[in-house]
């Protein structure tokens, strides 16, 4: 099964932007749909975003018209642009496929913090 590599996070003020990205090392085409998660400290993890093989987008209500998904099959590539980022958008992040495939990264950590 391919690995996921997630990377872009970081520390960023109330408001900023940040984009996340998610590089596989083989390919994501046989995933039908792809996920981005997160786990806040002492919650559990939720998923906040994923998108279908054919560019269908879906979001949790928390993060909707803030987040965007997009996939890159050519690239092996996920991506979660996060604009107007809130303080409880602090969070690990992970990407996955949705359902029981795939394993989970390291995860990059997004810190929203003034």
């Known amino acids: 099964q391919v690995q996921l590599v997630e990377s872009g996070g970081g520390l960023v003020q109330p408001g900023g932007s940040l984009r996340l990205s998610c590089a596989a090392s083989g390919s994501i085409r046989g995933y039908y749909i792809m996920g981005w998660y997160r786990q806040a400290p002492g919650k559990q993890r939720e998923l906040v975003a994923s998108i279908t093989n054919g560019g269908t987008p879906n979001y949790a209500d928390s993060v909707k018209g803030r987040f965007t998904i997009s996939r890159d099959n050519a690239k092996n590539t996920v991506y979660l642009q996060m604009n107007s980022l809130k303080p409880e958008d602090t969070a690990v992040y992970y990407c996955?496929?949705?359902?029981?495939?795939?394993?989970w990264g390291q995860g990059t950590q997004v810190t929203v913090s003034s």
């Open positions: 996955k496929p949705v359902g029981p495939f795939g394993s």
